[in-house]
């Protein structure tokens, strides 16, 4: 499956989704970006200025990568939401590691109240990283399911919550750690869940840029 994207890691390395229209998602994840940006003003006496972004036209994927570029490290200075060929609305970052662990759009699907998706899809060789984390933020509680493999000089496997309906379950009993969630796996989970990050020209289709301030030892990385 990353096989069919060509060209766009290590920004498609983590995809983030929320359930929704593009419009809803966008509007959503500016509101966040505004709570956060007047919460670190008022916490520095200043004003805060509202979020820049940049509605863009109907891209393909390779297009939008393009203008995401360069990619940098440590974090990210550019979010991409884009829709898709499903119910749910994507987002990327132009950092070394994706969007990271930045919890954003995480933040906006429980204040939009909708689920959250996080697909990892690290191949770096001796560095591979795979993970499924998906949050119901719709209900009175949340309900939270993880499962991950990493290899770190060694493959560890780890998994929370009550398993989804559509999950292997035999899967986290194989011998190997690394086959307990494979590529393969996650893209049936995916499908399952109306994400078919299979078919040719999922991503394309309305976007936005949003830019976020660096880090002062943000720099970009040489291809």
């Given at each position: 499956?990353?096989?069919?994207?060509?060209?766009?890691?290590?920004?498609?390395?983590?995809?983030?989704?929320?359930?929704?229209?593009?419009?809803?998602?966008?509007?959503?994840?500016?509101?966040?970006?505004?709570?956060?940006?007047?919460?670190?003003?008022?916490?520095?006496?200043?004003?805060?200025?509202?979020?820049?972004?940049?509605?863009?036209?109907?891209?393909?994927?390779?297009?939008?990568?393009?203008?995401?570029?360069p990619v940098v490290h440590p974090g990210f200075?550019?979010?991409?939401l884009t829709e898709t060929a499903s119910g749910?609305?994507?987002?990327?970052?132009?950092?070394?590691?994706?969007?990271?662990?930045?919890?954003?759009?995480?933040?906006?699907?429980?204040?939009?109240?909708?689920?959250?998706?996080?697909?990892?899809?690290?191949?770096?060789?001796?560095?591979?990283?795979?993970?499924?984390?998906?949050?119901?933020?719709?209900?009175?509680?949340?309900?939270e399911r993880v499962v991950y493999v990493h290899?770190?000089?060694?493959?560890?496997?780890?998994?929370?919550?009550?398993?989804?309906?559509?999950?292997?379950?035999?899967?986290?009993?194989?011998?190997?750690?690394?086959?307990?969630?494979?590529?393969?796996?996650?893209?049936?989970?995916?499908?399952?869940?109306?994400?078919?990050?299979?078919?040719?020209?999922?991503?394309?289709?309305?976007?936005?840029?949003?830019?976020?301030?660096?880090?002062?030892?943000?720099?970009?990385?040489?291809?």
């Amino acid at each position: 499956m990353t096989d069919a994207m060509p060209g766009c890691s290590p920004i498609t390395s983590t995809l983030d989704f929320v359930e929704g229209s593009f419009e809803q998602c966008l509007e959503g994840y500016l509101g966040t970006r505004r709570r956060i940006l007047d919460n670190i003003a008022r916490a520095g006496g200043g004003r805060s200025s509202p979020p820049d972004v940049r509605r863009l036209g109907s891209l393909t994927l390779s297009e939008k990568i393009a203008l995401l570029k360069p990619v940098v490290h440590p974090g990210f200075t550019k979010v991409l939401l884009t829709e898709t060929a499903s119910g749910w609305c994507c987002a990327m970052a132009n950092g070394m590691h994706g969007i990271g662990s930045a919890d954003h759009v995480a933040m906006t699907a429980e204040a939009m109240r909708k689920p959250f998706l996080r697909v990892v899809l690290n191949a770096t060789k001796g560095a591979e990283s795979f993970q499924f984390c998906h949050t119901d933020f719709a209900g009175t509680t949340k309900a939270e399911r993880v499962v991950y493999v990493h290899n770190e000089g060694g493959w560890r496997f780890f998994e929370h919550g009550t398993p989804l309906a559509f999950e292997k379950p035999e899967a986290s009993r194989a011998k190997r750690k690394r086959d307990r969630l494979t590529v393969d796996m996650i893209g049936d989970y995916c499908l399952a869940l109306g994400i078919d990050l299979r078919a040719e020209g999922f991503f394309d289709g309305a976007c936005a840029i949003v830019d976020h301030p660096p880090m002062p030892q943000t720099r970009p990385v040489r291809a």
